[in-house]
Antibody, heavy 125, light 111 residues
Framework: EVQLLESGGGLVQPGGSLRLSCAAS????????MHWVRQAPGKGLEWVSGMSANSGGNTYYADSVRGRFTISRDNIKNTLYLQMNSLRVEDTAVYYC?????????????????WGQGTMVTVSS | QSALTQPASVSGSPGQSITISCSGT?????????VSWYQQYPAKAPKLMIY???NRPSGVSNRFSGSKSVNTASLTISGLQAEDEADYYC???????????FGTGTKVTVL
Protein backbone atom coordinates (compact mmCIF):
# COMPACT_ATOMS: atom_id res chain seq x y z
CA GLU A 1 0.00 0.00 0.00
CA VAL A 2 1.29 3.44 -0.94
CA GLN A 3 1.60 5.46 2.24
CA LEU A 4 3.10 8.60 3.75
CA LEU A 5 3.35 8.91 7.52
CA GLU A 6 4.30 12.21 9.14
CA SER A 7 5.68 12.63 12.64
CA GLY A 8 7.46 15.21 14.76
CA GLY A 9 4.72 17.76 15.34
CA GLY A 10 3.95 19.24 18.71
CA LEU A 11 3.80 22.36 20.85
CA VAL A 12 6.74 24.76 20.65
CA GLN A 13 7.34 28.30 21.85
CA PRO A 14 7.84 31.17 19.42
CA GLY A 15 11.43 31.20 18.25
CA GLY A 16 11.79 27.47 18.79
CA SER A 17 12.55 24.64 16.39
CA LEU A 18 10.95 21.39 15.28
CA ARG A 19 11.91 18.71 12.79
CA LEU A 20 9.14 16.96 10.90
CA SER A 21 9.62 13.57 9.26
CA CYS A 22 7.62 11.83 6.56
CA ALA A 23 8.19 8.09 6.09
CA ALA A 24 7.25 6.79 2.66
CA SER A 25 6.34 3.23 1.73
CA UNK A 26 4.79 1.32 -1.15
CA UNK A 27 6.48 3.25 -3.98
CA UNK A 28 9.97 4.05 -5.27
CA UNK A 29 10.63 7.14 -3.16
CA UNK A 30 13.86 8.11 -4.94
CA UNK A 31 12.23 8.93 -8.29
CA UNK A 32 9.59 11.39 -7.11
CA UNK A 33 9.76 14.99 -5.98
CA MET A 34 8.25 15.49 -2.54
CA HIS A 35 6.55 18.47 -0.94
CA TRP A 36 5.23 19.91 2.30
CA VAL A 37 1.82 21.61 2.40
CA ARG A 38 0.28 23.16 5.51
CA GLN A 39 -3.17 24.16 6.66
CA ALA A 40 -3.72 26.59 9.51
CA PRO A 41 -6.77 25.91 11.69
CA GLY A 42 -9.92 26.74 9.74
CA LYS A 43 -7.90 28.00 6.77
CA GLY A 44 -6.95 26.81 3.30
CA LEU A 45 -4.03 24.85 1.95
CA GLU A 46 -0.65 26.56 1.60
CA TRP A 47 2.28 25.07 -0.30
CA VAL A 48 5.36 25.31 1.94
CA SER A 49 8.36 23.57 0.39
CA GLY A 50 9.41 21.05 -2.19
CA MET A 51 12.44 19.03 -3.18
CA SER A 52 13.44 17.24 -6.34
CA ALA A 53 13.90 13.48 -6.39
CA ASN A 54 17.57 13.16 -5.61
CA SER A 55 19.04 13.84 -2.18
CA GLY A 56 20.95 17.11 -2.43
CA GLY A 57 18.75 18.15 -5.33
CA ASN A 58 16.85 21.36 -5.95
CA THR A 59 14.84 22.80 -3.09
CA TYR A 60 12.01 25.32 -3.13
CA TYR A 61 10.34 27.39 -0.43
CA ALA A 62 7.35 29.63 0.08
CA ASP A 63 8.30 33.24 0.75
CA SER A 64 6.77 32.93 4.22
CA VAL A 65 9.26 30.26 5.34
CA ARG A 66 12.34 30.88 3.21
CA GLY A 67 15.42 31.27 5.41
CA ARG A 68 13.73 29.59 8.39
CA PHE A 69 12.72 26.15 7.07
CA THR A 70 14.96 23.57 5.40
CA ILE A 71 13.69 20.59 3.43
CA SER A 72 15.80 17.48 2.97
CA ARG A 73 15.40 13.81 2.15
CA ASP A 74 17.14 10.49 2.71
CA ASN A 75 16.50 8.19 -0.25
CA ILE A 76 18.00 5.24 1.65
CA LYS A 77 15.59 5.63 4.56
CA ASN A 78 12.73 6.70 2.23
CA THR A 79 12.11 9.71 4.44
CA LEU A 80 11.42 13.40 3.83
CA TYR A 81 12.24 16.00 6.45
CA LEU A 82 11.35 19.59 7.26
CA GLN A 83 13.59 21.41 9.73
CA MET A 84 11.66 24.39 11.07
CA ASN A 85 13.60 27.10 12.92
CA SER A 86 12.62 30.51 14.30
CA LEU A 87 9.02 29.37 14.49
CA ARG A 88 6.26 31.96 14.62
CA VAL A 89 2.69 31.85 15.88
CA GLU A 90 1.54 32.04 12.26
CA ASP A 91 3.33 28.76 11.49
CA THR A 92 0.69 26.95 13.55
CA ALA A 93 -0.90 24.42 11.19
CA VAL A 94 -1.33 20.82 10.19
CA TYR A 95 1.66 19.94 8.04
CA TYR A 96 1.13 17.39 5.26
CA CYS A 97 3.79 15.74 3.16
CA UNK A 98 2.71 15.03 -0.40
CA UNK A 99 4.14 13.10 -3.32
CA UNK A 100 4.31 14.66 -6.75
CA UNK A 101 2.21 12.66 -9.20
CA UNK A 102 4.56 12.76 -12.15
CA UNK A 103 7.96 11.11 -12.36
CA UNK A 104 11.17 13.11 -12.05
CA UNK A 105 11.85 15.15 -15.17
CA UNK A 106 8.26 15.27 -16.41
CA UNK A 107 6.42 18.53 -17.05
CA UNK A 108 3.03 16.90 -16.80
CA UNK A 109 1.23 15.54 -13.75
CA UNK A 110 2.32 18.52 -11.67
CA UNK A 111 -0.04 17.58 -8.87
CA UNK A 112 0.07 15.81 -5.54
CA UNK A 113 -1.41 12.32 -5.68
CA UNK A 114 -0.47 10.86 -2.30
CA TRP A 115 -0.83 12.73 1.00
CA GLY A 116 0.04 11.82 4.55
CA GLN A 117 -2.43 12.13 7.40
CA GLY A 118 -0.75 15.30 8.65
CA THR A 119 1.05 16.32 11.83
CA MET A 120 -0.03 19.26 13.96
CA VAL A 121 2.44 22.01 14.80
CA THR A 122 1.38 24.53 17.43
CA VAL A 123 3.52 27.58 18.09
CA SER A 124 2.43 29.29 21.28
CA SER A 125 3.82 30.71 24.48
CA GLN B 1 2.69 34.55 -4.81
CA SER B 2 -1.01 35.27 -4.23
CA ALA B 3 -3.51 32.48 -3.74
CA LEU B 4 -5.79 31.62 -6.64
CA THR B 5 -9.30 32.98 -6.21
CA GLN B 6 -12.22 30.63 -5.61
CA PRO B 7 -15.78 31.34 -4.46
CA ALA B 8 -16.13 30.72 -0.72
CA SER B 9 -19.16 28.51 -1.17
CA VAL B 10 -21.24 26.77 -3.81
CA SER B 11 -24.38 24.78 -3.22
CA GLY B 12 -26.71 22.57 -5.20
CA SER B 13 -29.45 19.99 -4.85
CA PRO B 14 -28.87 16.28 -5.33
CA GLY B 15 -28.68 15.41 -9.01
CA GLN B 16 -27.82 18.92 -10.10
CA SER B 17 -24.50 20.11 -11.56
CA ILE B 18 -22.32 22.75 -9.96
CA THR B 19 -19.19 24.52 -11.17
CA ILE B 20 -16.38 25.93 -9.05
CA SER B 21 -14.14 28.56 -10.60
CA CYS B 22 -10.45 29.14 -9.93
CA SER B 23 -9.08 32.46 -11.10
CA GLY B 24 -5.39 33.10 -11.56
CA THR B 25 -3.01 34.91 -13.87
CA UNK B 26 -0.89 34.26 -16.93
CA UNK B 27 1.92 33.28 -14.53
CA UNK B 28 0.02 30.34 -13.16
CA UNK B 29 -3.36 29.06 -14.40
CA UNK B 30 -3.06 30.73 -17.79
CA UNK B 31 0.56 29.83 -18.35
CA UNK B 32 0.49 26.09 -17.78
CA UNK B 33 -1.81 23.13 -18.27
CA UNK B 34 -0.94 22.14 -14.70
CA VAL B 35 -4.12 22.89 -12.79
CA SER B 36 -5.21 20.29 -10.26
CA TRP B 37 -8.21 19.98 -7.95
CA TYR B 38 -8.44 18.45 -4.48
CA GLN B 39 -11.36 17.32 -2.33
CA GLN B 40 -11.00 17.56 1.44
CA TYR B 41 -13.35 16.31 4.13
CA PRO B 42 -13.10 17.82 7.63
CA ALA B 43 -9.99 16.70 9.50
CA LYS B 44 -8.88 14.57 6.54
CA ALA B 45 -6.05 14.86 4.06
CA PRO B 46 -6.82 16.28 0.61
CA LYS B 47 -7.53 13.88 -2.24
CA LEU B 48 -6.48 14.50 -5.85
CA MET B 49 -9.56 14.68 -8.09
CA ILE B 50 -8.29 16.31 -11.31
CA TYR B 51 -4.78 16.88 -12.70
CA UNK B 52 -3.43 18.60 -15.79
CA UNK B 53 -6.65 20.66 -16.08
CA UNK B 54 -9.00 17.86 -17.09
CA ASN B 55 -7.57 14.42 -16.29
CA ARG B 56 -8.99 12.15 -13.60
CA PRO B 57 -6.75 9.82 -11.60
CA SER B 58 -7.75 6.20 -11.50
CA GLY B 59 -10.69 5.64 -9.17
CA VAL B 60 -12.15 9.16 -9.32
CA SER B 61 -15.77 9.29 -10.45
CA ASN B 62 -16.45 10.59 -13.97
CA ARG B 63 -18.97 12.96 -12.39
CA PHE B 64 -15.96 15.20 -11.79
CA SER B 65 -14.58 17.12 -14.75
CA GLY B 66 -12.19 20.01 -15.24
CA SER B 67 -11.59 22.69 -17.83
CA LYS B 68 -9.72 25.94 -18.37
CA SER B 69 -10.24 29.17 -20.28
CA VAL B 70 -7.42 31.72 -20.34
CA ASN B 71 -6.66 32.43 -16.67
CA THR B 72 -9.63 30.67 -15.09
CA ALA B 73 -9.99 26.97 -14.40
CA SER B 74 -13.22 25.24 -13.46
CA LEU B 75 -14.30 22.06 -11.70
CA THR B 76 -17.73 20.71 -12.51
CA ILE B 77 -19.49 18.13 -10.40
CA SER B 78 -22.43 16.58 -12.19
CA GLY B 79 -25.15 14.46 -10.61
CA LEU B 80 -24.40 16.00 -7.23
CA GLN B 81 -24.48 13.54 -4.34
CA ALA B 82 -24.49 13.96 -0.58
CA GLU B 83 -20.96 12.53 -0.41
CA ASP B 84 -19.69 15.41 -2.57
CA GLU B 85 -20.20 17.81 0.33
CA ALA B 86 -16.63 18.85 1.16
CA ASP B 87 -14.07 21.57 0.62
CA TYR B 88 -12.46 21.83 -2.80
CA TYR B 89 -9.13 23.45 -3.65
CA CYS B 90 -7.53 24.20 -6.97
CA UNK B 91 -3.79 24.39 -7.45
CA UNK B 92 -1.51 25.45 -10.26
CA UNK B 93 2.13 25.25 -11.19
CA UNK B 94 3.57 28.76 -11.40
CA UNK B 95 6.46 30.72 -12.81
CA UNK B 96 6.53 32.91 -9.73
CA UNK B 97 8.77 32.77 -6.69
CA UNK B 98 7.25 29.45 -5.67
CA UNK B 99 6.48 26.53 -7.99
CA UNK B 100 2.96 25.83 -6.73
CA UNK B 101 0.04 27.88 -5.49
CA PHE B 102 -3.31 26.78 -4.05
CA GLY B 103 -6.71 28.38 -4.35
CA THR B 104 -8.60 29.93 -1.47
CA GLY B 105 -10.94 26.95 -1.24
CA THR B 106 -14.64 26.41 -1.84
CA LYS B 107 -17.11 24.75 0.50
CA VAL B 108 -19.63 22.68 -1.43
CA THR B 109 -22.98 22.15 0.25
CA VAL B 110 -25.53 19.62 -0.96
CA LEU B 111 -28.96 21.00 -0.11
Amino acid sequence: EVQLLESGGGLVQPGGSLRLSCAASGFTFSIYAMHWVRQAPGKGLEWVSGMSANSGGNTYYADSVRGRFTISRDNIKNTLYLQMNSLRVEDTAVYYCAKKFGLVGTTTQRAFDIWGQGTMVTVSS
Amino acid sequence: QSALTQPASVSGSPGQSITISCSGTSSDVGGYNSVSWYQQYPAKAPKLMIYDVSNRPSGVSNRFSGSKSVNTASLTISGLQAEDEADYYCSSYTSGSTPYVFGTGTKVTVL
